[in-house]
């Protein structure tokens, strides 16, 4: 069914128009820039479009593999995500039983959820189960150290990696009449739309880019990326609407949402790199960081559009 | 076979660690060496062993205690087939038997075999380097020539805490430093302090 959809088609033909301008683009700028500076953020800008070749090739893989071989990749994700940040949050002996029940019942139960599309389950597993639970383990070992603050960070990388992250597949599972079997396409729009606003507020930024939204949690951050990476995903998300079961209006507020969402999902897991004095949650991705930096924004888009749709539009 | 089996157990120890390894003005060469690490978690050897390069592994022998790896066959196979481990006995504690631990070591190493050793001895809890045994001392006053490199485990004592039996899949890192060397006139325990001290700034990297 999937794979023949002519529309998903063309969404995976604009991309790859995309990366290959992209390319070109930074190839041109390789031979134009002659300063050492221009150099090293042109060197940054090549590795970044590299690895958005290999991340776009993964994802497409995936995506039109299937809703199994989705969910597979985004636990996948959920998987190396939660590994980067627990690395950074310092947690203790205590924390131990709680990161084995974290890392290998409840992500894998969490994306099981989403692969037998049970909702119900699946919406509260983490904020009342999970919440309720990683707390208790925690008490039983005994260590009354930092207790509070130490829960807190538990529950926010089972919220944050699993939880938030698992809403991205979960648009597979929403029923909107008149779109059946044509959710990927919800999902890669939701994706496209998160990254692109991402990409294009880094772009806006480092050419006019002047006042810093928030100079001591993420100085790259600036006033006049944020309105112009949002104005033109916005505008890219309305031309989409084709491919969507949304009217180009709602299109247009869906993309707002997501790109708000995602840069707040990118200025509050930037506060948590700054207070643990990193730039970087790792370095699997060259150029990007690590996974959790390249997929931040869609760990805060993902839940809002999977529930503002669902609301909206789904019967499920 | 031994080394297929090898190969795969140092993937599966670099997956589970999700360890990556970082050379501070040491290249990674299939010298003769002695690397001695801090050891915090049941994990450290393997780790240790599994992000050295193929050939420098090829040649690396970890020290390892001889009452826990010849409980079982198959302890006992992975000890000497697969990770080619020197076994000595933890508790020697008359001066022969420590002599004779030592010449274990010494024949392990042979002509151009490298070690790996822990010699603060037990497995802190993983915040402080505890004072070191006096083997790295003799090692290195009977093979002057062999470079001493010290390497910091960092996040393997929460990988796999000392207790516990099941790994949380974390990222660790593995720093390897500067090579050393017994100074000539050097005291035992001016020396086993340098040694520590060497660990310890890889430690504050």
Not at chain 1, 56 to 72: C, H, P, Q, R
Not at chain 1, 94 to 100: F, M, N
Not at chain 1, 260 to 280: C, E, H, N, Q, Y
Not at chain 2, 118 to 142: C, I, M, N, W
Request: charged share 20%.
């Amino acid at each position: 069914m999937i794979y023949r959809d002519q529309e998903l088609f063309g969404l995976y033909m604009g991309i790859l128009v995309l990366l290959v301008v992209a390319s070109i683009i930074g190839f041109l700028l390789e031979w134009r820039v002659k300063t050492p500076r221009g150099r090293a953020t042109v060197a940054n800008i090549n590795a970044r479009i590299k690895a958005w070749w290999v991340m776009s090739g993964v994802f497409a893989l995936a995506n039109l593999g299937g809703t199994t071989t989705t969910i597979l990749l985004f636990a996948f994700l959920s998987f190396l995500a939660l590994r980067e940040f627990v690395t950074l949050t310092p947690t203790r002996r205590g924390d131990h039983r709680s990161l084995l029940f974290t890392f290998f019942f409840l992500m894998p139960l969490q994306y099981f959820l989403v692969a037998t599309q049970w909702y119900g389950l699946f919406s509260v597993l983490v904020p009342v189960y999970a919440f309720l639970f990683i707390p208790t383990v925690n008490a039983l070992q005994g260590d009354p150290k930092h207790f509070l603050e130490r829960t807190a960070k538990l529950q926010w990388s089972a919220m944050i990696c699993v939880y938030c992250l698992s809403h991205a597949p979960a648009l597979l599972m929403l029923r909107i009449p008149g779109y059946e079997h044509e959710n990927a396409k919800l999902l890669l729009f939701m994706v496209l739309i998160v990254q692109l606003s991402d990409v294009l507020q880094y772009v806006w930024g480092k050419t006019i880019g002047r006042r810093p939204v928030a100079p001591n949690i993420s100085p790259n951050k600036t006033v006049e990326g944020l309105i112009g990476g949002i104005a033109s995903a916005t505008i890219i998300g309305t031309l989409l609407w084709w491919a969507t079961p949304f009217h180009p209006f709602v299109a247009w507020l869906m993309a707002l949402m997501i790109s708000l969402a995602g840069f707040a999902g990118g200025l509050t897991m930037s506060a948590i790199k700054r207070d643990r004095g990193v730039k970087d949650y790792g370095t699997l991705i060259e150029g990007h960081g690590g996974i959790l930096d390249r997929i931040d924004s869609m760990c805060f888009a993902a839940p809002l559009f999977f529930h503002v749709v669902r609301f909206f539009y789904s019967t499920i | 076979m031994a080394s297929l089996v090898a190969s795969f157990l140092a993937f599966l120890a670099r997956l589970i660690s999700g360890a990556s390894d970082l050379w501070l003005d040491c290249e990674p060469l299939p010298k003769q060496r002695i690397y001695f690490g801090n050891h915090t978690s049941h994990m450290d050897f393997v780790v240790l062993w599994s992000v050295l390069p193929d050939d420098v592994r090829a040649q690396t022998r970890p020290v390892a205690a001889e009452e826990y790896w010849t409980t079982s066959k198959l302890r006992k196979y992975v000890a000497a087939e697969v990770f080619r481990a020197v076994l000595v006995d933890r508790n020697s504690n008359t001066v022969e038997q420590r002599r004779d631990q030592m010449e274990r070591m010494l024949s392990g190493m042979g002509k151009d075999q490298s070690l790996i050793i822990f010699p603060e001895g037990t497995r802190g809890e993983g915040d402080e380097v505890q004072p070191f045994k006096s083997g790295l001392y003799h090692l290195a006053k009977a093979r002057p020539e062999v470079e001493l490199v010290p390497v910091f485990l960092e996040n393997l004592n929460r990988v796999l805490p000392k207790g516990e039996y099941l790994p949380v899949p974390l990222l660790s890192r593995v720093y390897f430093g500067p090579p050393l060397h017994l100074q000539e006139g050097e005291s035992k325990d001016a020396f086993l302090e340098r040694a520590r001290q060497a660990m310890v700034k890889l430690a504050s990297q």
